[in-house]
Nanobody
């Protein structure tokens, strides 16, 4: 069984910062891409940032220059540094990882989500 557990969300004023973490645990053989998505009320879930196992990154345009994704492969953990936060960034943030469990096949796993609320 593989689990992703996020932490680090909260309430912050506009212009503030947060750091999200997502740790993968369980019977893991390998992890490929790890990423962060978000879903605001009444909106579809959208990709925020993704990082490959080699460290290549990609961001949605609206967060470029403000958010930074990173990972610690030894800890099976992905991070998202959120800076210059705007009320438009308010959403539930989910992490996703492409994981091959021991004795299993590649598939996507999702975390339970962590709320980020930015007040104006």
């Amino acid at each position: 069984q593989v689990q992703l557990v996020e932490s680090g969300g909260g309430l912050v004023q506009a212009g503030g910062s947060l750091r999200l973490s997502c740790a993968a645990s369980g019977s893991i053989f390998s992890i490929n891409d790890m990423g962060w998505y978000r879903q605001a009320p009444g909106k579809q879930r959208e990709l925020v940032a993704v990082i490959t196992s080699g460290g290549s990154t990609n961001y949605r345009d609206s967060v470029k220059g403000r958010f930074t994704i990173s990972r610690d492969n030894a800890k099976n953990t992905v991070y998202l540094e959120l800076n210059s936060l705007d009320p438009e960034d308010t959403a539930v943030y989910y992490c996703k990882a492409e994981v091959r469990p021991r004795g299993g096949f590649w598939r996507s796993y999702w975390g339970q989500g962590t709320q980020v609320t930015v007040s104006s």
